[in-house]
């Protein structure tokens, strides 16, 4: 057994990672100051605190792109953020970037997201003052900062809140970028898993270049695509993906959310989805006394109260107050 101690390993990082890499004792630091580690880096405490949270917790019992699915294989926010995390982290290892940082950003990067996947984002942005939309990668940071704060890095928070690609500015550090194609390594790829299962696509029915290019396979899709954005990046100094695989990529999205995403049946959920998430919004508006305090900010004014606890809510508890507030009573 070896003893070693922080300091050793913020040296080794130094000595073993990608001149690019983030490194842990060059971190931007916290909103608060804390005391280092005996241990641990900065970066695998985020990570740590991340795996310890609730909001971390609640992922499990939020959609993915399936409402409130039937059966036991549909992923999960939860089992979403694990893969990303797993395609993050390899492609790290491959790059010698810091695999703490990434990890700690991809764990964390949906633990803003409201009930009912992107729905609950279109349903929530007529709250958002002017033509601004409310988006969960900001959420998430005001998650990890001020209603469960966990006094993370700058670097982790960054990460979070830039993780989409529609975000600007982009992440500051590569990691950050290696989040955001893992993320969407990891939804296409698992997406036409359940998209597969649920009967909403046959397999027949997927543009040909993603067979050609990726493999015949999810299995393959993944390391493909990993493997090229490890091999681009290596070869251009920056976090990228080719042309090729980018346009196949893209290709693919594109066909997820003609045939899936914006399906007459997805549709149909989202209308609910839509209707649960803003009567709820609505009534603890109304409200506020009800919305917990330990699920707000203290100051926060009423609406800003409501969204707070509504957003934090899983899809299943999402439902049952709905059905406890607004269902019809016979006696």
Known sequence: MLLRERAEREQLEHELLAPEATKA???AGRAEHEEPDRFRTAFERDRD???HSKAFR????KTQVFLNPEGDHYVTRLTHTIQVTQV????AMGLGLNEALTEAICLGHDTGHSPF???GEEALSPYVEGDAEWLHSAHGVRTVSLLEPLNLTEEVLDGIRAHSWRIDPPPATPEGYLCRFADRIAYLTHDVADALRADAISFSDLPTSTITTFGPS???WIDTMITNVIETSAERGVVAMDEEHLEVMNELREFMFE???LSAETESQKDRAIRVIRDLV???TQHPEQVPNSATAPDAEPLERAIDYVAGMTDRYALDRHDKLFRPTLF
Do not use: F, N, P
């Not at 609640?58 to 019992?61: A, C, D, G, T």
């Open 218 to 220: 999810a299995r393959y």
């Open 88 to 91: 993050g982290r390899a492609m």
């Open 259 to 261: 045939r899936v995403y």
């Open 49 to 51: 605190r991340i795996i």
């Open 282 to 284: 609505d009534w603890y």
């Open 58 to 61: 609640r992922l499990k019992h």
């Open 117 to 119: 996947g992107h729905t």
């Open 25 to 27: 004792d060059e971190s």
